[in-house]
T-cell receptor, first 109, second 111 residues
Framework: GENVEQHPSTLSVQEGDSAVIKCTYS??????FPWYKQELGKGPQLIID?????GEKKDQRIAVTLNKTAKHFSLHITETQPEDSAVYFC????????FGTGTSLTVIP | DAGVIQSPRHEVTEMGQEVTLRCKPISGHDYLFWYRQTMMRGLELLIY????????DSGMPEDRFSAKMPNASFSTLKIQPSEPRDSAVYFC?????????FGSGTRLTVV
């Protein structure tokens, strides 16, 4: 089965700085890579996704990059704000996803 | 759309009791997933359905767990008998050609 590793497990940045979270996956058949944000007491919310035929995707302050050869993908958040503080999960798969272990991001005002 | 609806939001039960968690997926979504989230193990896929048919239940911890999807708008996850180690947040998610939409979860505490 798929194995998704995520780093770092915790990340603190100053407001306005950038944050980068990295994930690797093992199954070359995986073709869909979503990212989720989970706030305290809530379910994970999809924030951005990328498919295997695309190398990069951007949505305002959030971008995701994918390197299929190396089997890794990353989430980039620019101009971070305190409301970006949450746990972020990467996932990889097709019809079913395997999740990384999460990154707790803290944006310090 | 109201999103994925789960009930109850919180459940406290005594060890040995039966617990039933409920989920209403988004209309038109053809996949439904049950996940369990704990600090130790993160998000674990328990079972998923496609068009109401169970496809993969290899994540179900043991025979005490069972899930059904009698129609496209309703699913249940049942634990009988419950044990303290079942305490976790249980999420239901649905999807159609893409990322999941998660419900708000049911926080289960077994004492």
């Amino acid at each position: 089965g798929e194995n998704v590793e995520q780093h770092p497990s915790t990340l603190s940045v100053q407001e306005g700085d950038s944050a980068v979270i990295k994930c690797t996956y093992s199954d070359s058949a995986s073709n869909y890579f979503p990212w989720y944000k989970q706030e305290l007491g809530k379910g994970p919310q999809l924030i951005i996704d990328i498919r295997s035929n695309v190398g990069e995707k951007k949505d305002q302050r959030i971008a995701v990059t994918l390197n299929k050869t190396a089997k890794h993908f990353s989430l980039h958040i620019t101009e971070t704000q305190p409301e970006d503080s949450a746990v972020y999960f990467c996932a990889a798969g097709g019809n079913q996803f395997y999740f990384g272990t999460g990154t707790s991001l803290t944006v310090i005002p | 759309d109201a999103g994925v609806i789960q009930s109850p939001r919180h459940e406290v039960t005594e060890m040995g009791q039966e617990v039933t968690l409920r989920c209403k997926p988004i209309s038109g979504h053809d996949y439904l997933f049950w996940y369990r989230q704990t600090m130790m193990r993160g998000l674990e896929l328990l079972i998923y359905f496609n068009n109401n048919v169970p496809i993969d239940d290899s994540g179900m911890p043991e025979d005490r767990f069972s899930a059904k999807m009698p129609n496209a708008s309703f699913s249940t996850l049942k634990i009988q008998p419950s044990e303290p180690r079942d305490s976790a947040v249980y999420f239901c998610a649905s999807s159609y050609r893409g990322g999941y939409t998660f419900g708000s979860g049911t926080r289960l505490t077994v004492v």
